[in-house]
Protein backbone atom coordinates (compact mmCIF):
# COMPACT_ATOMS: atom_id res chain seq x y z
CA UNK A 1 0.00 0.00 0.00
CA UNK A 2 1.57 3.56 -1.02
CA UNK A 3 -0.62 6.65 -0.01
CA UNK A 4 0.87 10.23 -0.93
CA UNK A 5 -0.92 13.14 0.07
CA UNK A 6 0.00 16.68 -1.20
CA UNK A 7 3.73 18.37 -1.40
CA UNK A 8 6.77 17.64 -3.06
CA UNK A 9 8.86 14.04 -3.81
CA UNK A 10 8.38 10.52 -2.89
CA UNK A 11 10.04 7.61 -3.80
CA UNK A 12 9.23 3.76 -2.47
CA UNK A 13 10.28 0.67 -4.07
CA UNK A 14 8.41 -2.24 -1.73
CA UNK A 15 8.96 -5.94 -2.55
CA UNK A 16 7.36 -8.40 0.30
CA UNK A 17 4.24 -8.72 1.38
CA UNK A 18 1.89 -6.42 3.25
CA UNK A 19 4.37 -3.04 2.91
CA UNK A 20 2.82 0.10 3.76
CA UNK A 21 4.24 3.55 3.49
CA UNK A 22 2.10 6.29 3.82
CA UNK A 23 3.50 10.00 2.98
CA UNK A 24 1.47 13.56 3.92
CA UNK A 25 2.61 16.49 3.43
CA UNK A 26 6.34 18.67 2.53
CA UNK A 27 9.06 17.48 0.99
CA UNK A 28 11.72 14.44 0.24
CA UNK A 29 10.51 11.05 1.27
CA UNK A 30 12.83 7.95 0.38
CA UNK A 31 11.58 3.88 1.45
CA UNK A 32 13.24 0.70 0.61
CA UNK A 33 11.13 -1.97 2.18
CA UNK A 34 11.95 -5.52 1.47
CA UNK A 35 10.33 -8.17 3.56
CA UNK A 36 6.90 -8.31 5.56
CA UNK A 37 4.34 -5.89 6.96
CA UNK A 38 7.23 -2.91 6.91
CA UNK A 39 5.28 0.18 7.95
CA UNK A 40 6.67 3.73 6.95
CA UNK A 41 4.93 6.90 7.62
CA UNK A 42 6.54 10.61 7.08
CA UNK A 43 4.32 13.54 8.46
CA UNK A 44 4.78 16.91 7.13
CA UNK A 45 8.39 18.91 6.70
CA UNK A 46 11.81 17.79 5.44
CA UNK A 47 13.63 14.82 4.26
CA UNK A 48 13.59 11.40 5.41
CA UNK A 49 14.91 7.89 3.97
CA UNK A 50 13.91 4.38 5.59
CA UNK A 51 15.78 1.36 4.20
CA UNK A 52 14.65 -2.12 5.68
CA UNK A 53 14.82 -5.51 5.27
CA UNK A 54 13.15 -8.16 7.23
CA UNK A 55 9.76 -8.24 9.14
CA UNK A 56 7.17 -5.52 10.71
CA UNK A 57 10.28 -2.57 10.92
CA UNK A 58 8.20 0.49 11.62
CA UNK A 59 9.27 4.25 10.94
CA UNK A 60 7.31 7.00 12.00
CA UNK A 61 8.50 10.46 11.30
CA UNK A 62 6.55 13.76 12.50
CA UNK A 63 7.46 17.31 11.09
CA UNK A 64 10.89 19.40 10.75
CA UNK A 65 15.06 18.10 8.99
CA UNK A 66 16.44 14.97 8.77
CA UNK A 67 16.03 11.53 9.49
CA UNK A 68 17.72 8.35 8.22
CA UNK A 69 16.96 4.85 9.81
CA UNK A 70 18.28 1.48 8.37
CA UNK A 71 16.45 -1.52 9.74
CA UNK A 72 16.92 -5.06 9.86
CA UNK A 73 15.86 -7.85 10.62
CA UNK A 74 12.20 -7.84 12.76
CA UNK A 75 10.06 -5.55 14.67
CA UNK A 76 12.77 -2.44 14.85
CA UNK A 77 10.90 0.50 15.56
CA UNK A 78 12.27 4.56 14.54
CA UNK A 79 10.19 7.28 15.76
CA UNK A 80 11.61 11.06 15.06
CA UNK A 81 9.22 14.02 16.11
CA UNK A 82 10.14 17.19 15.44
Known sequence: ???H???????AAMIGQAN????VG???TA??????????????????LGIFA???????????GTTLAAMFGKANIM???G
Open 31 to 48: ALMVGKANIYTHVGDGTS
Open 26 to 28: DDL
Open 1 to 3: IFT
Open 54 to 64: GEVNVMTKVGN
Open 20 to 23: IMTK
Open 79 to 81: THV
Open 5 to 11: VGSGSTF
